[in-house]
């Protein structure tokens, strides 16, 4: 069984040495494990960094892409370099590379598709009270969208079978933390998390460096992401409550016809039949769309396809 630990890197030329020299070198049950560097445009010697500790995959984007792109790129490289499971860690070293066994054991054991490292958000103390507060409310939030537990949604720190690789696509331009999650699930994978350790700070996050920035962003990121997998649940629950709106509009008008009042809440009529109008026409939003999501996941097989073939 192969392993191949995919690090995303930005300017990453200090903090790449420390991460790379933690890296487990043997892990039982693991045949091989090999390092994917994924260097998203970097101006510094990250790329000559790599190199001098052994690293043999690296992967130079022409520019900065962002951490979503790098991602995906590292997936379909270690697929092509016949992966049977992958680790993506960060390049500061945040995450504890003892920890890697105990990410892919699920994996190993074939208990998970996808496994996520869950870091012990209360005792990390380069996160402030709010960061801490907003982690938690943000991860029960993305459990209710995804309609699976999720005890720390944010997590870079995380593992995938082939087969789950195979199924990701990923569509956002700022982070794939979220949008695997809400993937994984819709595509019937099994997602485990594993308690996990954190290392001490080497560097700020380049990603949330402002955490209200990074909420909003994530909210239209599950709002989307949500719509893509989802889509008949989304316009049907809109639809239900354009009609519902309507239903209860129009039944106070009629409340005031039949008590001989209409003709002076007419305004309550012309309401209702605009409430339920739009309620039809979202419904019908929603069959079509169901449709549409059909047709993606024939695409998406076909996808998964080729790349078994290749």
């Not at 984007?61 to 962002?66: A, V």
């Not at 690789?165 to 794939?176: G, H, L, S, V």
Request: charged share 20%; with cysteine.
């Amino acid at each position: 069984m192969k392993l191949i630990i995919q690090i995303p890197c930005l300017n990453e030329e200090k903090t790449l040495p420390i991460t790379l020299a933690a890296l487990p070198k043997s892990i039982e049950g693991i045949d091989e494990i090999e390092v994917l560097i994924i260097d998203d445009g970097s101006t510094d010697k990250t790329v000559e960094t790599a190199k001098m500790f052994g690293v043999k995959h690296i992967v130079s984007l022409n520019r900065n892409y962002g951490l979503a792109k790098a991602f995906s790129v590292g997936l379909s490289n270690a697929i092509a370099l016949n992966a049977d499971i992958i680790v993506n860690t960060d390049a500061d070293n945040q995450y504890c590379s003892d920890d890697i066994e105990n990410l892919i054991r699920p994996i190993i054991n074939g208990n998970a598709d996808m496994v996520i490292g869950e870091r012990p958000i209360s005792n990390i103390q380069h996160f402030s009270p709010s960061k801490k507060i907003l982690q938690k409310l943000g991860s029960k939030v993305m459990s209710l969208v995804a309609g699976v537990k999720i005890n720390d949604a944010p997590s870079g720190f995380r593992a995938f079978s082939k087969n789950a690789a195979m199924k990701i696509n990923i569509f956002d331009n700022y982070t794939y933390t979220l949008e695997t999650i809400i993937q994984a699930n819709a595509k019937g994978l099994v997602i485990a998390n594993v308690p996990i350790r954190v290392n001490k700070e080497e560097r700020k996050s380049r990603l949330i460096s402002n955490i209200f920035v990074y909420i909003i962003r994530s909210i239209f990121t599950m709002i989307r992401m949500f719509i893509v997998y989802r889509p008949f649940r989304f316009f049907a629950i809109i639809a239900s409550l354009f009609l519902i709106s309507g239903i209860i509009t129009g039944a106070r008008f009629l409340c005031f016809y039949f008590n001989g009042n209409g003709s002076g809440h007419i305004q309550s009529l012309i309401l209702s039949s605009i409430l339920i109008l739009t309620g039809v026409q979202t419904a019908i939003i929603a069959i079509l769309s169901d449709l549409f999501a059909i047709n993606r996941k024939i695409l998406e097989d076909i996808q998964i396809r080729l790349k078994t073939n290749n």
